[in-house]
C-alpha cells in the first residue's frame, strides 16, 4: 500500500456551527482527531488537506443546481435551521463543498495507490437528496464520489456500502438510476429516516438494504453482512468501494439502539479490504465521542495493517 494511511481532514469541518446542544457538532471530529494524533501508530498517517479543485461541477450533476444556490445564499445571509434538525451557518456552505473535495481526493488517491483512505469530514452527507438537505446533511458525499468516480476512465463500476445505523436515503435515491454504482446498507428499524425496506431493490437490482432490530448486536449483524452483502459486493466486482462509515450503531450512541461495540469496526473494515484494497471510508455519523473516536481508530489500524 502507500508508504502512509491517508486522513484527508480540514479545519473548515469545525467551522460548520450546529449550535449548543446539537448532537453533530464539532467536537465529534475534534475527539477523533485527537485520538488519530495521540495513537502510537500516528506517524503512519498523513494528514492531506483537500485540495483546492472546485467541485461544484460534480455537486450540481447530483443535485438540482437551484437548491446548490439556494443553500449557498442561505449560509451567506447567516444561515438557520434548514429543517428541524439540520442547521446552516455562515461557514456551512463552505465546510460541506470541502467535504465533497475531502471524498473526490479520496477516491483519486485510492485509485492512484490501490491502497484505502480516510475522509474525516463534516457535515455528513448519506441523507441529503437531490433538491433538499435533511438529516445533519447538506451534501450528498458518497453519491457523488461515486458518479465522480465512473467519470475516470480507469472505473466502470463503483459499490456503496453505508455502515450507518441510520439508512441513507439520500445516497440510495441518487444512485439509483444507475446500474453501474451499487448501493447496500445496514440499518437500523424502524429508525430515521424511515426507508431503507427490503423491498427497495432499484430498477437495476443495485440496491441490497438489510433493516436490522433496535438491540440487535454483532451476532446479529455478522450473518446479513457476511451472508448476503458480502456475496452481492463480490458479484458486482466494483473497480471502487465507497464506505458511508458511519459509527452510531455502537452501543454507547445516543441516537440509535444497535449495541455494536468499536472492535466490531475493525471486523467490517478487514471484510471491505479483503473485497478491494480500493476502499474509501468517509465519516457519516457518530455522536458519541468515545465510541466514535475508537471505532475510527479501530478502522484505522485494520487499513495499516492491511497489506
Not at 429508525?191 to 446479529?220: F, Q
Amino acid at each position: 500500500m502507500a508508504s502512509a494511511f491517508p486522513v484527508i481532514y480540514s479545519d473548515l469541518f469545525l467551522r460548520h456551527d450546529t449550535g449548543l446542544g446539537h448532537p453533530e457538532n464539532a467536537g465529534r471530529l475534534s475527539a477523533v482527531v485527537a485520538a488519530l494524533r495521540s495513537h502510537p501508530q500516528s506517524d503512519q498517517l498523513s494528514w492531506q488537506v483537500p485540495s483546492a479543485k472546485d467541485p461544484t461541477t460534480w455537486i450540481n450533476a447530483v443535485h438540482n443546481p437551484q437548491y446548490v444556490q439556494a443553500l449557498e445564499a442561505f449560509a451567506q445571509q447567516g444561515g438557520g435551521q434548514l429543517d428541524a434538525d439540520t442547521v446552516v451557518s455562515p461557514d456551512s456552505y463552505a465546510a460541506a463543498v470541502t467535504a465533497v473535495a475531502a471524498w473526490l481526493d479520496g477516491v483519486d488517491t485510492v485509485i492512484e495507490h490501490n491502497a484505502p483512505a480516510l475522509a474525516l469530514v463534516r457535515p455528513p452527507g448519506h441523507h441529503a437528496e437531490r433538491d433538499r438537505g435533511m438529516g445533519f446533511c447538506l451534501l450528498s458525499n458518497a453519491a457523488i464520489a461515486a458518479h465522480y468516480a465512473l467519470s475516470r476512465g480507469e472505473v466502470e463500476r463503483v459499490a456503496i456500502f453505508d455502515w450507518d445505523v441510520h439508512h441513507g436515503n439520500g445516497t440510495q435515491v441518487l444512485i439509483a438510476d444507475n446500474p453501474n454504482i451499487f448501493y447496500s446498507s445496514l440499518h437500523q428499524s424502524p429508525a430515521y429516516p424511515g426507508t431503507g425496506a427490503t423491498t427497495e431493490v432499484g430498477r437495476h437490482n443495485n440496491i441490497l438494504n438489510l433493516p436490522m432490530r433496535p438491540g440487535s448486536t454483532w451476532a446479529d449483524y455478522e450473518v446479513p453482512f457476511f451472508e448476503q452483502i458480502v456475496p452481492r459486493l463480490r458479484d458486482f466486482l466494483p473497480d471502487l468501494l465507497l464506505v458511508s462509515a458511519g459509527y452510531d450503531a455502537n452501543a454507547a450512541d445516543p441516537l440509535a439502539s444497535i449495541q455494536l461495540v468499536p472492535a466490531d469496526y475493525g471486523t467490517l473494515t478487514r471484510a471491505c479490504l479483503e473485497l478491494t484494497p480500493r476502499s474509501l471510508f468517509g465519516l457519516e455519523g457518530g455522536y458519541d465521542y468515545p465510541s466514535l473516536s475508537a471505532s475510527v481508530v479501530e478502522t484505522v489500524e485494520a487499513c495499516l495493517a492491511y497489506g
